[in-house]
Every structure is written in structure tokens, then in C-alpha cells.
């Protein structure tokens, strides 16, 4: 669970980073051509993938807390 936990927030983090680094380089992150458009597509596509979903957050919880998970994918 501690790995699960661990992505989500590493996932999470990168999120926020791409995407104030692409708003500091202006337009010019939005075309195809930018490196960092790429990334922050990358980085968005990771935060969606269901291994590092912000639900791990309530089941780490729910795991902390002694409570049943709830969850069929754990």
C-alpha cells in the first residue's frame, strides 16, 4: 500500500510541476513541436493510469485507520 500511496502523490507532484512550468513558458508550451507539451501530456496520462488513482489516498486511509479496504483491486 505504501508503494501505491507513494505514487499517487509522486504522480501528483509531477502534475503540478509540468503544468507551472509550461504556464511560465507561455504559448509556446502548447505546440507539438515544444518538448514540455509532450511532457505535461505524459505526465497527465501517468496521473490517470488506475495504480496511482487519488483513491489509494482512502484506502491508505481505511488501511490506517484498521478498516476493510472495500476495494476488489487490492
Given amino acids: 500500500m505504501a508503494f501505491r500511496l507513494a505514487g499517487t502523490f509522486a ?11 509550461a504556464a511560465g513558458a507561455g504559448s509556446a508550451s502548447i505546440f507539438e513541436t515544444c518538448r514540455l507539451e509532450r511532457a505535461v501530456r505524459d505526465a497527465h496520462a501517468a496521473a490517470r493510469h488506475v ?24
Fill in 11 to 21: 504522480a501528483e507532484t509531477a502534475t503540478r510541476i509540468v503544468e507551472m512550468l
Fill in 51 to 74: 495504480a496511482i488513482s487519488p483513491n489509494n489516498y482512502i484506502a491508505g486511509g481505511r488501511l490506517a485507520l484498521g478498516l476493510d479496504i472495500d476495494n476488489a483491486r487490492f
